[in-house]
T-cell receptor, first 108, second 115 residues
Framework: GENVEQHPSTLSVQEGDSAVIKCTYS??????FPWYKQELGKGPQLIID?????GEKKDQRIAVTLNKTAKHFSLHITETQPEDSAVYFC???????FGSGTKLNVKP | GAVVSQHPSWVICKSGTSVKIECRSL??????MFWYRQFPKQSLMLMAT?????????EQGVEKDKFLINHASLTLSTLTVTSAHPEDSSFYIC???????????FGSGTQLSVL
């Protein structure tokens, strides 16, 4: 299968709702899991990351959870705002594996 | 986090000309930088790894004579698209690892349009 699978490909939520994006990976040796936000016409920006010795990490409205047994990690955005609208990518950087991206649309 | 600066942000050129894109690490030294290509609505595709003071390593299917990479200093890598053709039109992005060697930080990207 794919080295890293990301779902969903598109996500539309109402302002104030939560959004969850999930990535599943195959390499059990991976130990660092970042999420990137890419706005139109710009490069990806690191927004949060987690290492394999931690199950969850939170930074204000953004959180990342990791399940090493199941080999998946998820991005959680709470109280979404229109400026959260962008494409979000997960990655396994040491292997240069990138998820296919999720286009998040937050409707005002 | 580390800052990676990429220029230009967009460029339009005629078919057959060459275009140079610069990638700089502003507040750290990057012995290795990476170049990607991104098509609309798609993910990043690694093109090559740029190594300071030595030859770049290209991914399978990437023409090294078409995409020339020079990493002459610890803070600068350049990608030159030679004899550009319309099919080379794309969004090109560079990245570098921070001092810890784990995190990847990206440049702002360059939109290349070849007429």
């Amino acid at each position: 299968g794919e080295n890293v699978e990301q779902h969903p490909s598109t996500l539309s939520v109402q302002e104030g709702d939560s959004a969850v994006i999930k990535c599943t990976y195959s390499d059990s040796a991976s130990n660092y899991f970042p999420w990137y936000k890419q706005e139109l016409g710009k490069g990806p920006q690191l927004i949060i990351d987690i290492r394999s010795n931690v199950g969850e990490k939170k930074d204000q409205r953004i959180a990342v959870t990791l399940n090493k047994t199941a080999k998946h990690f998820s991005l959680h955005i709470t109280e979404t705002q229109p400026e959260d609208s962008a494409v979000y990518f997960c990655a396994i950087p040491n292997k240069f594996y990138f998820g296919s991206g999720t286009k998040l649309n937050v409707k005002p | 986090g580390a800052v990676v600066s990429q220029h230009p942000s967009w460029v339009i050129c005629k078919s057959g000309t060459s275009v140079k894109i610069e990638c700089r690490s502003l507040d750290f030294q990057a012995t290795t930088m990476f170049w990607y290509r991104q098509f609309p609505k798609q993910s990043l595709m690694l093109m090559a790894t740029s190594n300071e003071g030595s030859k770049a390593t290209y991914e399978q299917g990437v023409e090294k004579d078409k995409f020339l990479i020079n990493h002459a200093s610890l803070t600068l890598s350049t990608l030159t698209v030679t004899s550009a053709h319309p099919e080379d039109s794309s969004f090109y992005i560079c990245s570098a690892r921070d001092r810890g060697g784990e995190k990847l930080f990206f440049g702002s990207g360059t939109q290349l349009s070849v007429l």
